[in-house]
């Protein structure tokens, strides 16, 4: 690959954060394309440039691979994940040429952030029909299990386990002294789903020289694709808004049900602080304000959480997230840890650090906070999504039409005239009608529209403005429609439905959709 040096770039973000960018196939295009940098973003300050090719996701070559896959691999590294970006002229020159550009990968070098402190790490696999992807080494007479024959893109090597990792933990329990049959015989015995510690050869000969004794308490989280989350509220004047229950001394058949035990949040209100700061009905809370609550009462966690004050955070996990800490026999709380000593790049207002106060909000200001889109989403009916899209051949842009009262479409905010942005992701404004309509219709029984008001379209649109969801902001959660009903609601559903004739079948096909193959793109 001489000439055709790719940056290479290690991108930290916060929870619940993006890396500031979003990552597309294009039409006709070559190449997964860097597109919709955020300005101030980590991706941006970091070096990356609107057109740039990905070419690597934690060393493994992308080039070529389907678009959906590559965007899992960099969602299951977590926080932190390490690019390999060529410019575009030089990719596009490269291509031309018939250069390999999976040649021998550059020394990485840590972009964005501070080099990354030596930790080691958590992985977890869950095993498909092909096998996990790895191979366990020992030699004769020398201590030490360690990771060979990694599979280019398989499980264990998406997963983070690298080529001479050693082996410490398996499912929370020290190998070090295991013979290699044995660990072979527990990986067998572990069944879908297995979680390892292991260590890297730089990191292992760091804590030897110290002398420290390395555990699942000094690993980082990057690598693990499910993620505790950071509720961090203000109370309003009905407080946070859901209920707490403990599921601890209930039964362990009930808890089974369940799939759940400890102190668990229920009954979410709508638009409440708890509601939009992301809290999920179900989810388990782990810590107040990052104490740890198992072992203490349902009266004690209570009252720590209104000793909080006006604001609180918690770390709650959801059942996937629980069940993946607890097969490795790890705190989530070692997750907030290390979310307090991360580097992230700064946002944007922390590069810019305003010198000067934010002013109180005028009449025209509070007008300009409204030019939003909506993002709506719905599940299908019997009688479909309950709306027409309008477009005019040999024309770009499609417009909402025939909105059906209380339907699908109508529950989640899409009101009559508002422009199509994006159907579950893709941008629309420039498809034509059938290919809208084919969105829509692949899109199966559940649609995801990013739609805008006809008059904020125009103004956004005049102002030169790109309309995507960025412009939605930290507030997205308000905007996100949902076919959430309650069983008032749904039994009203019903009985309009059951007193309303079948439309045609060729009408309810226009009102079917998702995304295109000849373009997607991804926030990441």
């Not at 092909?130 to 264990?156: C, Q, Y």
């Not at 959801?318 to 705190?331: A, R």
């Not at 770009?396 to 209380?406: A, L, Y």
Request: charged share 25%; with cysteine.
């Amino acid at each position: 690959m001489a000439g055709y040096k790719p940056k290479v770039i290690s991108l930290t973000k916060s929870p619940g954060h993006s890396f500031g960018f979003y990552l597309r196939v294009e039409q006709a295009v070559d190449g997964h394309l860097i597109r919709c940098l955020d300005m101030g973003g980590a991706a941006e300050l970091a070096g990356m440039k609107d057109g740039d090719r990905l070419l690597r996701v934690n060393g493994t070559f992308v080039d070529g691979l389907p678009h959906s896959e590559v965007v899992d691999m960099v969602r299951i590294s977590g926080v932190s994940v390490t690019f390999h970006i060529l410019e575009e002229a030089s990719y596009l020159q490269a291509k031309e040429k018939g250069v390999n550009l999976s040649g021998p990968q550059n020394t990485p070098v840590t972009s964005g952030g501070p080099k990354q402190a030596l930790k080691p790490k958590l992985c977890y696999l869950v095993k498909p029909s092909s096998g996990f992807g790895f191979s366990i080494r020992s030699v004769k007479g020398d201590p030490g299990l360690f990771m060979t024959e990694v599979t280019e893109g398989g499980v264990a090597d998406r997963a983070g386990v690298s080529v001479n990792d050693r082996l410490l933990e398996i499912n929370g329990v020290n190998v070090e002294d295991s013979t290699h049959d044995e660990v072979v015989d527990t990986i067998k015995l572990a069944g879908g789903s297995i979680m390892f510690l292991l260590v890297d050869e730089e990191t292992d000969r760091h804590y030897q020289n110290q002398g420290v004794k390395i555990g699942a308490w000094l690993a980082t989280t990057r690598y693990l694709p499910h993620k505790p989350c950071i509720i961090d509220m203000t109370k309003g004047p009905d407080g946070y808004g859901f209920l707490l229950k403990e599921y601890n001394n209930i039964g362990k058949a009930v808890c089974q049900i369940l799939q759940t035990a400890g102190h668990v949040t229920v009954d979410i209100d709508r638009g409440s602080p708890a509601g939009r700061a992301g809290l999920k009905e179900m989810d388990r809370l782990v810590a107040v304000d990052g104490k740890e609550v198992d072992g203490r009462s349902h009266e004690q966690v209570v009252s720590s959480v209104k000793e909080s004050g006006n604001t609180c955070c918690l770390l709650v996990v959801d059942k996937d997230t629980d069940h993946m800490y607890k097969q490795g026999k790890v705190s989530p709380l070692i997750f907030l840890e290390e979310m307090k000593d991360s580097n992230s790049p700064p946002s944007y207002r922390e590069a810019l650090k305003f010198p000067v106060p934010v002013k109180p909000a005028t009449p025209v200001q509070s007008r300009t906070e409204e030019l939003k889109p909506k993002l709506c989403k719905m599940e299908k009916a019997s009688a479909g999504y309950g709306f027409h899209i309008n477009g005019i051949e040999g024309m770009s842009g499609h417009t909402i039409k025939e909105v059906v009262k209380s339907g699908a479409a109508d529950r989640a905010g899409v009101e009559e005239d508002d422009v199509l942005v994006e159907v579950n992701g893709v941008n629309a404004e420039q498809s034509s009608h059938d290919e809208v309509v084919e969105m829509i219709r692949s899109s199966g029984s559940s649609l995801e529209m990013l739609v805008a008001n006809k008059s904020v379209y125009d103004r956004l649109k005049a102002r030169g403005v790109v309309v995507t969801r960025l412009l939605l902001g930290e507030t997205s959660h308000a905007q996100v429609h949902s076919a959430d009903t309650t069983e008032e609601e749904e039994e009203r559903r019903e009985e309009e439905e059951e007193g309303r004739e079948a439309k045609p079948a060729a009408e309810r096909e226009r009102t079917t959709s998702s995304s295109s193959e000849d373009s997607f793109d991804e926030r990441l």
